[in-house]
């Protein structure tokens, strides 16, 4: 079993930037990728970024140049530097991670992200 624990949300004005983190623990015997999802309210969870083998990089349209996704393999974490942040960035982020060979998907409970003056 494998747990997701994410940190970093809270309320942010736009143009600011926040970082979030996510560390996973447990039975970890490779993740093959690592990813950010989000779901502002009435719409569905979309991807934001995500980073696989390889070091291959996904990232939504909406936030290309903006924000930047990072591993830390050693710590099983991925990051998110969210910049220049705007209020459509207003969401619950979730993380998420493809581990094991069932290439099973793990997702973390979600971290609140506001962006509001």
């Known amino acids: 079993q494998v747990q997701l624990v994410e940190s970093g949300g809270g309320l942010v004005q736009p143009g600011g930037s926040l970082r979030l983190s996510c560390a996973a623990s447990?039975?970890?015997?490779?993740?093959?990728?690592m990813g950010w999802y989000r779901q502002a309210p009435g719409k569905r969870r979309e991807l934001v970024a995500r980073?696989?083998?390889?070091?291959?990089?996904n990232y939504a349209d909406s936030v290309k140049g903006r924000f930047t996704i990072s591993r830390e393999n050693a710590k099983n974490t991925v990051y998110l530097q969210m910049n220049s942040v705007k209020a459509e960035d207003t969401a619950v982020y979730y993380c998420?991670?493809?581990?094991?060979?069932?290439?099973?998907?793990?997702w973390g409970p979600g971290t609140q992200v506001t962006v509001s003056s």
């Open positions: 998420n991670m493809v581990v094991g060979s069932t290439y099973f998907n793990y």
């Open positions: 980073i696989s083998t390889g070091d291959s990089l």
């Open positions: 447990g039975s970890i015997s490779m993740i093959y990728a």
